[in-house]
């Protein structure tokens, strides 16, 4: 998660250095894993107005620019730029003035003729290229035709803005929205916060009447709200809209589209948007997906539809996949004139699974996967509405469609004022605990003897157990205010149990034997089932089947440690490595039990050795290939150290 600290200052009040901020929000375990700063010098980089361009007399490749800095005020400046044109704004680095690369601009004489400066490119301003449009990327950076002429252009184009990089856990999902970012900050700062206002809608009116929602997949899809606006006017967002997207990695595309985007950053809520004549029957169905349903998405790729994939679809078709993409029939273009705006709560493991399957991740998934706030879904498009009609691209229709059938009623969180203390090892007092929780925006429902109750905010999903809380007091308590202590109560000394002994003699056994011990993942391919010959019917065939595997090579839980042991061998084999002795004792899963069956997947030790090649030559011994029988051998020597008998192996 990228944060702009201009942002960030807009929406609560600092009175600290980016770094004072970013060692706060470590310390607290948000952690901050870089901070970007941008051009620092920005005296000598103006906005200029391209007069008058002539050719060089001595160079093909280069041309004059007389360029407009200021009033009554000009410069000639040569450039071998070929998308320079008279009457653009483009900036200027004027004889001092340095760029992200650390070089400093001189006057210069290029073939015979003074250059009083230069005129800049988006990578010599240390703008991210892959955030701007493409016909930007190449030659010097064109700017908007809004911004003035002498303008310093650092703060036109917003490259003074230092960037904070956080690296966030999963547990801490509502920081991907720069608004609880900054209630972060100030719980750590006691800084004021300035959330913006919204104007919020009611339900029902023109926008019930022209739309209608109906969620039947209501196990996956807990709220939907829809919200129109008429006389949208595609076109490129104000300035500092794009410059707001860019600092956070997202790169800007239209006024509509990036208002979504910005509302995505700002509240950790995505948003999509439909062209509402292309909607068949007016009517959004949150349903799964049908046996051979098929769907066109956005980046123009025809999708295969799973039943157990969560869609939008109007009356007749699916639309969009729900938390992954839109599709390209309902796209919002230059010819849309109304939009339905969608902001929902999707389950979090239906878009994992969908955008796993289909390989589709997107900043919008991500947010769906861990979490949203289903409390703060109608605000988000709410806001998005407001902000359409502040930027002129087009008018709200008076009220919303609010689906809303998964309400849930949170709990009050039960904390023992005296197991804080006991825990952290602290002598915190109860007043010092409920101002840090409150800071925090956790509300005091009770107080009591046998314990305070607290409710969480709707935005803070982490919060669930008595432990959680105890850690937000430790967290803003600050934990290097927390004495370092030895653990005191009775120790016993660690004692192998008969199991592990057995274990620890087998792998003493066979390492002493020569061979070499791997460690394999557990999860294999059900294909290399059948690269080794196994029926369908055999017993190893009773697979534990992994819901999310972390590929499709590792679909299935093993029953035999067979595959891995092959696999490593081709690994080394491929490298040249031919003369091998492994073995792996580990453990294998049966999904039904073996041979009884059981509710829980049965786990069972094994054992498995293999060898290919020869022992190379020594002094006291020739080369010997290895085969069957020294592996044999190795099982006979295993067996005699463990203390089997004939009799025991009957």
């Not at 370092?484 to 390492?511: D, F, N, S, Y």
């Not at 590929?551 to 042991?565: A, D, I, N």
Request: glycine fraction near 6%; charged fraction near 25%.
């Amino acid at each position: 998660m990228l944060v702009s600290w201009k942002w960030l200052n807009e929406l609560v009040e600092i009175k600290k250095t980016p770094q004072e901020i970013a060692n706060l929000l470590t310390m607290s375990g948000i952690e901050v894993e870089g901070i970007t700063f941008g051009l620092a010098d920005s005296a000598n980089l103006k906005v200029g107005l391209l007069k008058e361009i002539t050719k060089h007399p001595q160079a093909d490749k280069l041309v004059i620019c007389r360029v407009e800095i200021g009033i009554a005020e000009e410069r000639t400046i040569v450039t071998g730029a070929s998308n320079v044109k008279a009457g653009q704004k483009v900036p200027v680095a004027l004889p001092g003035a340095v760029l992200v690369d650390g070089k400093q601009i001189e006057r210069a004489v290029l073939r015979g003729v003074k250059s009083e400066g230069m005129l800049c490119s988006a990578v010599e301003l240390g703008m991210d290229v892959e955030k701007i449009p493409a016909e930007q990327k190449k030659g010097i950076y064109i700017l908007s035709d809004t911004v003035s002429v002498g303008d310093n252009v650092v703060e036109v184009l917003n490259l003074d803005d230092v960037i904070l990089e956080l690296e966030l856990t999963p547990n801490r999902a509502d920081c991907l929205g720069m608004l609880n970012i900054a209630r972060e900050v100030a719980a750590l700062t006691g800084g004021k916060l300035k959330l913006p206002l919204v104007k919020g809608s009611e339900e029902g009116h023109e926008c019930a009447q022209m739309a209608q929602v109906d969620i039947e997949a209501k196990d996956l899809c807990k709220r939907y709200v829809a919200r129109l606006i008429k006389d949208i006017r595609i076109a490129p967002s104000p300035l500092w809209l794009q410059q707001r997207l860019m600092a956070v990695g997202v790169r800007p595309i239209n006024n509509v589209v990036d208002v979504t985007n910005y509302v995505m950053m700002e509240m950790g809520q995505p948003l999509h948007a439909f062209d509402y004549a292309r909607l068949q029957g007016k009517k959004i169905v949150v349903r799964k997906a049908r046996e051979n349903e098929e769907l066109v998405t956005l980046d123009a790729q025809l999708r295969k539809l799973y039943p157990d994939m969560l869609i939008i679809a109007d009356a007749e078709k699916p639309v969009a996949i729900a938390g992954v993409m839109g599709g390209l029939e309902t796209e919002v273009t230059t010819k849309t004139k109304t939009i339905l705006l969608e902001a929902a709560f999707f389950h979090g493991a239906s878009v994992r699974r969908t955008s796993r399957t289909l390989g589709l991740r997107s900043e919008a998934s991500l947010r769906f996967e861990k979490g949203v706030d289903v409390e703060q879904v109608r605000l988000a498009a709410d806001r998005a509405v407001q902000l359409l009609a502040e930027i002129g691209a087009g008018t709200p229709v008076e009220g919303c469609v609010d689906s809303y059938p998964g309400r849930e009623e949170r709990q009050p969180i039960k904390l023992r004022i005296e197991k804080v203390n006991q825990v952290l090892g602290t002598a915190l007092t109860p007043e010092t605990m409920e101002e840090k929780l409150k800071a925090l925006h956790i509300k005091v429902v009770e107080k009591n003897k046998a314990g305070w109750l607290f409710l969480p905010p709707s935005y803070r999903r982490d919060l669930v157990y008595e432990v959680d809380l105890i850690e937000e007091i430790a967290r803003l308590y600050d934990y290097d205010k927390i004495r370092t202590t030895l653990p005191e109560g009775v120790t016993t000394q660690a004692i192998r149990t008969a199991e592990q002994k057995l274990r620890q003699q087998i792998r003493k056994t066979m390492v002493a034997q020569g061979l070499l011990e791997v460690l394999n993942y557990s999860f294999i391919n059900p294909q290399q089932l059948d690269f080794l010959g196994i029926p369908e019917e055999h017993a190893l065939r009773d697979v534990v089947t992994i819901q999310n595997p972390l590929s499709e090579e590792q679909g299935v839980m093993r029953t035999t440690l067979l595959p891995g042991l092959l696999s490593t061998v081709q690994r080394n084999v491929n490298n040249r490595n031919k003369n091998l002795k492994f073995f792996e004792l580990g453990q294998v899963y049966f999904a039904h039990g073996f041979p009884a069956k059981q509710k829980l997947p049965m786990e069972k030790w094994m054992l498995a050795a293999v060898s290919t090649g020869e022992k190379e030559k020594t002094w006291a011994y020739e080369a010997k290939k290895y085969d069957f029988y020294y592996l044999k051998g190795v099982l006979e020597n295993l067996v005699e150290r463990l203390g089997v008998t004939a009799n025991d192996l009957c």
